[in-house]
């Protein structure tokens, strides 16, 4: 029997870790919010692999709590071992990962929901959204509840229209097991939302007791915690190893004989795959030449022998994954708990959303994470954030916040999708940067914290120990300019330990910690007036004085860009009209619809002159 249920001021619809951040941000900010999920006891569930960060995902996480949202926190809790990644490389590509405890991340994620004042969770399935004469969103669940709210952000992961394939065997599924989301699409389409086929894919979980650990590669933790948030007291303890293991020649010849039986390569799977993270099957084929393969054997939580083997995503029949995985040393005898396999999913062009992740055409409607074609749960959570940020600004009246390019990773990875789009599902790398030497993982609260603070996510408390951190890096950096270091035989003995130049005659600090054989550490005993800061206060003040040429370099790119940044465009714009536009440019621009010269400058199929030929036009206007 249809009824009318609740009001809201926004819906979320969706529980990953997309919707999350999402309903968590809308509430916080006073706004009356539902978050509407298949399965209360999946919410922030981890499909693929039980981790959170990696490379260029881990800064996405800092980000996320600078500005006041919950995954780093959540990470921090729940973790087994953590690493940072590429420490052999400079400070813009290290990147925190840990191996999370999936089922206890969830009971987090899923406890401080139930407790956020302003937010309800319910277990129920969205299968109709309309927008009513009032302006107000309609949504009805499969019970035929009815709900309504302001502003509904669409995060619904690979449940929409979810299908697995397993060889010949394909069937209507969410992922690991779930039920799909199989009405809202038609919605969608009602609403002219350009909907697309995505794929991706798990690998198989296996039983720890069935694998030779003494012929593998052990993988440890740090010794040392770094924390994902800024807010959490390094106190972390390796709960768990990994293992590295090698697929072979014989591996790779099982592969060969059974190819045929792949959906992927029989045509059976229409969606695009991700380009960065291809099934083992794909690595095969594309990579002929190469003798092996390396693979990661990772815990999926504390009290449970399964393991999740990273790297090995497949959709194979059953019997020719066993046959495979057998064929690996150490794995000779192992016994598959859960089947690997790939699915399908509806998602939207996010060439259809404005950079605060709103509809184009459709006011109030917001799309988040894989819905928007991305993938990986930090490029979701950080996506969940700006959406429900945005409609709960919506919802009060306010601007809309827009992190750009230059800013953070998450404006990079946004920017990247509503401007460029996507032909794959988009997965955020350090390279995709331009300014990654400043937007490194380690100064995101000095980048983000004041604007978390501005929109109100970040509280007082925690933003007077973030000025103080800020005051005492200002002062540090003033007081090695000045503090005085003399020639001594031990400073001078250590120098040339370094491999670095002695000193003819006194110096200041700051020079010898330019140096790049040295460092605060080493120092410690030559420097009398060092004062009494955390260690993340020294590291700031190392990393600045180190890079600044390179640093400064990268500020005036960054003035260049932000000066077309501010050059805005007219909505009522009129592309056609502009003479000298190319045919393609025009096609573009009136398809993205840039909201400055900017964004329109980095639409793929807008050249230099193109933008000139706006500029001109803008001025003419009096724009």
């Known amino acids: 029997m249809r009824y009318f249920a609740k009001q809201y001021d926004v819906v979320v619809i969706g529980a990953g870790h997309a919707g999350i951040e999402a309903g968590l941000a809308s509430a916080r900010l006073g706004c009356s919010t539902g978050v509407f999920t298949i399965n209360l006891d999946w919410i922030g569930n981890m499909p693929c692999n039980p981790s959170i960060g990696g490379t260029s995902k881990g800064h996405l996480v800092r980000e996320i709590d600078a500005l006041g949202g919950e995954m780093g926190k959540a990470s921090d809790a ?34 401080t929901m139930e407790r956020q004042e302003n937010l309800d969770v319910k277990q129920a399935e969205v299968t109709k959204l309309s927008k009513n004469a009032d302006g107000l969103w309609e949504l009805e669940t499969r019970l035929e509840a009815v709900y309504t709210a302001k502003c509904v952000v669409l995060a619904t992961g690979t449940f929409l229209g979810g299908r697995i394939f397993i060889g010949d065997v394909s069937y209507e599924s969410g992922p690991d097991g779930m039920f799909p989301a199989t009405e809202l699409t038609k919605s969608l389409l009602a609403l002219n939302v350009p909907v697309r086929r995505f794929k991706t894919g798990t690998p198989s979980r296996v039983n720890a007791r069935s694998i030779d650990f003494s012929v593998l590669e052990k993988q440890v933790g740090d010794e040392t915690d770094v924390p994902f948030s800024f807010d959490t007291k390094p106190a972390y303890v390796d709960k768990a190893n990994c293992y590295i293991a090698y697929t072979n ?63 090995m995503s497949s959709s194979l029949p059953e019997k020719v994954q066993l046959e495979f995985l057998r064929t690996i040393k150490g794995f000779e005898h192992i016994e598959v708990m859960r089947t690997a396999y790939a699915i399908e999913y509806d998602c939207v062009d996010p060439l259809a959303l404005k950079p605060s992740l709103e509809f184009l ?126 020639p001594t035989p031990e400073l001078q003995e250590m120098l040339v330990s370094r491999e670095t130049s002695p000193l003819k005659a006194g110096c200041k600090l700051q020079e010898l910690i330019k140096r790049p054989q040295l460092d605060y550490e080493c120092l410690t005993p030559f420097d009398k007036t060092r004062p009494d800061y ?80 706006l500029l001109i036009y803008l001025t003419k206007e009096g724009v």
Do not use: W
């Open 78 to 111: 729940t973790k087994l071992q953590a690493r940072m990644l590429n420490r052999g490389k400079g400070p813009a590509v290290h990147s925190l990962r840990a191996q999370i405890d999936r089922k206890a991340y969830s009971r987090y994620m899923k406890h």
């Open 249 to 311: 020649d014989k591996t790779k010849q099982v592969i060969l004989e059974n190819i045929h039986t792949s959906p992927l390569y029989g045509g059976k799977i229409q969606g695009v795959g991700p380009r960065y993270c291809p099934s083992f099957e794909d690595k095969i084929m594309r990579f002929p030449d190469k003798l092996r393969h390396q693979l990661f054997i990772e815990p999926c939580e504390e009290g449970s022998d399964e393991l999740y083997l990273q790297g």
């Open 361 to 486: 055409d459709l006011d109030g409607l917001f799309g988040a994470g894989q819905f928007n074609g991305s993938s990986g749960y930090e490029e979701a959570a950080a996506q969940g954030l700006i959406a429900g940020i945005n409609a709960a600004l919506k919802v009060q009246g306010r601007e809309p916040f827009v992190l750009d390019r230059a800013s953070s990773y998450i404006g990079t990875l946004i920017d990247d999708l509503v401007t460029k789009g996507c032909s794959d599902p988009y997965r955020m790398m350090t390279s995709r940067s331009e300014y990654r030497l400043l937007l490194r993982q380690d100064n995101a609260d000095l980048r983000l914290m004041p604007l978390g603070h501005e929109i109100g996510l970040v509280g007082e408390e925690r933003y007077e120990r973030f000025l103080t951190k800020k005051a005492q890096i200002e002062a540090e950096l003033e007081r090695v300019k000045e503090a005085p270091v003399s």
């Open 534 to 613: 955390p260690k993340e206060v020294f590291e700031q003040v190392e990393i600045e004085l180190k890079y600044d040429g390179y640093i400064r370099r990268q500020e005036a790119q960054i003035r260049e860009m932000r000066r077309l940044e501010t050059k805005k465009i007219p909505e009522s714009i009129n592309y056609k009209s502009i003479e000298g536009l190319r045919l393609e440019a025009r096609e573009k621009l009136e398809k993205v619809r840039p909201e400055n010269v900017g964004q329109a400058s980095r639409i793929s199929g807008v050249s230099p002159a193109d933008i000139s030929v």
